[in-house]
């Protein structure tokens, strides 16, 4: 997009962006608007990769909480503000430390291996992170003498065992959005369009998962559209990313739960396709955090510390 077509409060973002010599990191599901503005656009990984680089003295993180922090534990002597404090996550509600901390405490041969989608004070328990771009190739390489948990995804888990063969003990949570996605939704989709390829994010259930072309992170996701020959996608994931599918892959058609709504397919109503928190940003309350440098994402220092060693050992083994 060309600089003329931003709105006012866009150009003042790209003028508090300059004075402050920040960076913008934005994640797939952002609002069109807020995508737009960014630097970087893109999944867990691509995003904490970035924040491990960046040279900017602040950061504005537009995403989910747990992915503020997570920057923040990359980079404790910078700024780290994001639009709403309160955008949380299901599955980082889920797995709250001290109860993480009594199961680690029932076998000392745990090797304990989180998503990203958890708290600071979580990562500082285990011996690993993974995001969904990566969570294969992390668990292949755990030590085989230990016995994996993996926390607090236990759908992403589920898969990561069906791809890798490794047992693993998984912690019970869920993200609230994917889990609703239903396989009824999916198989009346696949039957209206038998031309369309079904891809389906690891966080979803496993009768969903089973009926996927692809099963991948985001960032993957787009990808796959891009260098797939198929002309339609059928996405159950978050609908944000559908912007950037359709920016990168102008001629491609993608269809989300909103569309399956349009078409009358089984949805209990539901907005299965929005994640509430990721949704609470807006680009007037990005303007506000930079220009209010709040709210900030602030943590003790014995936390950055221990959570540091997990994430940097995921950005080695990612790098390999
Ligand atoms: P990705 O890392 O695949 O973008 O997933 C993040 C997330 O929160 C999915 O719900
Ligand atoms: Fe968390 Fe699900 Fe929202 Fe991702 S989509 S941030 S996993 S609640």
């Not at 503000?81 to 949380?88: F, R």
Request: proline share 6%; aromatic share 6%; with cysteine.
């Amino acid at each position: 997009m060309t600089k003329e077509k931003f709105t006012p409060l866009a150009h003042e973002i790209f003028t508090l962006k300059q004075q402050l010599n920040a960076v913008i990191l934005a994640h797939n599901y952002q609002v069109p608007e807020i995508q737009d503005v960014a630097d970087f656009v893109g999944d867990s990984l691509g995003l904490a990769q970035q924040a491990a680089k960046t040279n900017a003295d602040v950061i504005v993180f537009c995403g989910v909480h747990f992915m503020a922090e997570t920057a923040k534990i990359l980079n404790p002597n910078k700024i780290v503000v994001l639009p709403d404090k309160d955008a949380g996550c299901s599955l980082e509600e889920s797995c709250p430390a001290p109860a993480l901390a009594k199961l680690q405490a029932t076998n000392p041969n745990f090797w304990t291996i989180a998503y990203i989608n958890c708290s600071a004070a979580v990562k500082a328990l285990c011996d690993v992170i993974v995001t969904s771009g990566n969570a294969e190739k992390i668990v292949n390489a755990a030590p085989k003498d230990r016995d994996l948990l993996f926390v607090p995804d236990e759908n992403l888990g589920q898969w990561v065992m069906e791809q890798t063969g490794r047992p693993m003990t998984l912690w019970k949570g869920n993200c609230y959005a994917h889990v609703e996605f239903q396989r009824e939704q999916v198989l009346a989709a696949k039957r209206q369009f038998p031309d369309a390829k079904i891809i389906v994010h690891p966080e979803s259930l496993r009768e969903v998962r089973e009926l996927a072309d692809a099963v991948c992170s985001t960032e993957k996701m787009i990808t796959y559209c891009k260098t797939n020959s198929a002309k339609r996608f059928v996405i159950v994931t978050e609908s944000g990313i559908i912007h950037r599918m359709q920016k990168e892959c102008p001629d491609k058609e993608f269809l989300c739960a909103p569309v399956f709504n349009a078409m009358k397919l089984p949805t209990d109503g539901c907005r299965c396709s929005e994640c509430k928190f990721m949704k609470m940003n807006t680009l007037e309350k990005v303007r506000d955090c930079m220009k209010n440098l709040a709210p900030r994402v602030e943590l003790p220092p014995e936390i950055i510390q221990r959570a540091r060693l997990p994430i940097e050992r995921m950005l080695e083994i990612s790098a390999r």
